[in-house]
Every structure is written in C-alpha cells, then in structure tokens.
C-alpha cells in the first residue's frame, strides 16, 4: 500500500487546521503509519507461517488459527488508518467547492469576492470541519471496540485451547512471539486513544471558539450593524 500518496494528500489539509488538528495529523502519521509501515508489518509477517499447534491433524492448525485470529491485526489496523484519514479529505473538497464558487463570483462581479478567505472555518465549512472530527474519533472507537471484542481485552496469550473441528480433541496452539506483538498492539491502541482525545479537544476549541470568533470577524469587517450585517450573516452561513 502506497501510504506516501495518503500522507502527501491528507497533508493538504493541514493548511486549514486548528493547532490540535496539526497535532492529531503528526501524531497520526509518526506515531501510526511510520511505525505500521517500518515495524508492525514486520512483527506480523510471521502470524501465520509460525503458528503451531501440537496436533498433525490436516485442517486443525487452520481452523484453529481462524478461529484465535478472526482477521489480521495488520488488515484491521490498514483500514482503520485509512476510515481515520478519509475524513480530512471533505474539508479539502468543501474548500475547493469554496474557491471555485469564489472564481464564478469574481468573474460576473469584478474586484470583489464572494469570500476573503476560502479556507476560514466559518459557515458551511466550520460544520463540515466539526463533522469530519466527529466520523475521524468515531472510526478510531469503532475500530477499538472492535480491537477489544475480538482478542479480549487487547490480550495475546501465550498458549490457546482449541477444540474446533477436525480436530481429535483439545489442542493446545502457539504464536510466536506473543509479549512483542502484545507490545505493537498496546502502543497501537494508546495512539489510537491519543487522536481521540485530540479531536475531542479539537471540537471543544472549534464550539467554545470558533463562533465567537465569526462575530468578532463579521463586525470588524463591515465596521457597522444593520444593513451590513445582513450580508455578513450571508457569509456565515455559507
């Protein structure tokens, strides 16, 4: 997976975070995918060529591998780091819907623009922002509870009883490796909560803030009320 290309386009955004969101973004990409890319690949790679059980049963290492790793802690750790980063791409499209709305505007009405600045969080933009911060805490929850269903706990024993199918009875089976992967799989789960909390932090920045802010701005811009303000309450809401 080409995770250069997703990190040189959910950079993009970066432009048009808040500090908290420019923090979630380097914390996503040194302490996720750089550490996916260059080492949990590598703890992972063996799951399944050094799993063992102590039976000669065809089909029971199979079964009983499928059964202790429904899906591959790698697999599910990819889709995660992608559902978490997709939503930054709706403020980059909202923007670019903004700037080309902008453009027309310019050409039917010259020396005047429709917005000052495309990228200020105000309006339509400042929801689209908030939500993209509530789907990205979402994934990342969503994907830990799923995390913790799965392997109880975030555990990875040493041993594991299987008893399924075609096996001849109670077997026991082994993973390689299970303090490491323990490890890699704890540090991924700590960052994961992490960017929670950052875009927890975000949206509380974003509703005690940002809307005081847009007033703020609105007034300043026009230097006075009444008629004026009905064209700057225009601008906030779009």
Known sequence: MNWTGLESLVSGVNKYSTAFGRIWLSMVFVFRVL???VAAQK????????????TRQPGCTNICYDHIFPISHIRLWALQLIFVTCPSLMVMAHVKYREGKDMKYVKLHPGSHLYANPGKKRGGLWWTYLLSLVFKAGFDSSFLYILHRIYHGYDLPRLSKCSLDPCPNTVDCFISRPTEKKIFMLFMVVSSALCIFMCICEMVYLIVRLPHLQIYHCYSEEGKCGAAFSDCSYKIRH
Do not use: L, Q
């Open 35 to 37: 550490v996916f890319v």
């Open 43 to 54: 703890v992972w790679g063996d799951e399944s060529r050094d799993f063992e059980c102590n």
